[in-house]
């Protein structure tokens, strides 16, 4: 079956980079998705990227595909206290179809 | 606006007890779908649906049960609620047709608890 795995937490401090990884095992993952949940809130879509593509930014985004390795990471630049939250990456086989979400790793940033 | 609404928020209910959480979109997608959220878990998929009259079992699906008789719905039913069934539970859905990614929409969540 998929599986999708994330390390748990990241600590960093505000203006720093943060890099969240994420590994996945089915080779047929068309999308691969960023989530963000912040306390006691839904689902919030940060990006996405197609399995063709090795790179995706957006703003203070950015995506990394490796897809020999099944890697996926999300940094965010200058890092601010905002961005304090769960993130998710989650793939699916196609657009719309359900998805599977890796563990989440929580995002603390410090002063 | 479309939107997509949960509810209750939360809920409180004995061992045993049925319980339905409802789901009630108004984006006109096909697609519905029912996670729930477990520490250590992430999100995992309990049932969905791909239109009118159709359902399919996900990962999780075992004491549950949804039905779709319209496309505005998807109800999420817990057959006998058990302790481990507590949980926090996102309903979401998609348009196969809409811009990937941005054609799916999360609810806010029912927190429920079993005792």
């Known amino acids: 079956g998929e599986d999708v795995e994330q390390s748990l937490f990241l600590s960093v401090r505000e203006g720093d980079s943060s890099v969240i990884n994420c590994t996945y095992t089915d080779s047929s993952s068309t999308y691969l998705y960023w989530y963000k949940q912040e306390p006691g809130a839904g689902l919030q879509l940060l990006t996405y990227?197609?399995?063709?593509?090795d790179m995706k930014q957006d703003q203070r985004l950015t995506v990394l595909l490796n897809k020999k390795d099944k890697h996926l990471s999300l940094r965010i630049a200058d890092t601010q206290t905002g961005d304090s939250a769960i993130y998710f990456c989650a793939e699916s086989q196609s657009s719309g179809d359900k998805l599977t979400f890796g563990t989440g790793t929580r995002l603390a940033v410090r002063p | 606006d479309a939107e997509i609404t949960q509810s209750p928020r939360h809920k409180i209910t004995e061992t045993g007890r049925q319980v339905t959480l409802a789901c009630h979109q108004t984006w006109n997608h096909n697609n519905m779908f029912w996670y729930r959220q477990d520490l250590g878990h992430g999100l995992r998929l309990i049932h969905y649906?791909?239109?009118?009259?159709?359902?399919n079992k996900g990962e999780v699906s075992d004491g549950y049960s949804v039905s779709r008789s319209n496309t505005e719905d998807l109800p999420l039913t817990l057959e006998s609620a058990a302790s481990s069934q507590t949980s926090v539970y996102f309903c979401?859905?998609?348009?196969?047709?809409?811009?990937?990614?941005?054609?799916?929409?999360f609810g806010s969540g029912t927190r429920l608890t079993v005792v």
């Open positions: 649906s791909y239109g009118v009259q159709d359902t």
């Open positions: 979401a859905s998609s348009n196969a047709k809409g811009l990937a990614g941005y054609g799916y929409t």
């Open positions: 990227i197609f399995s063709n593509m």
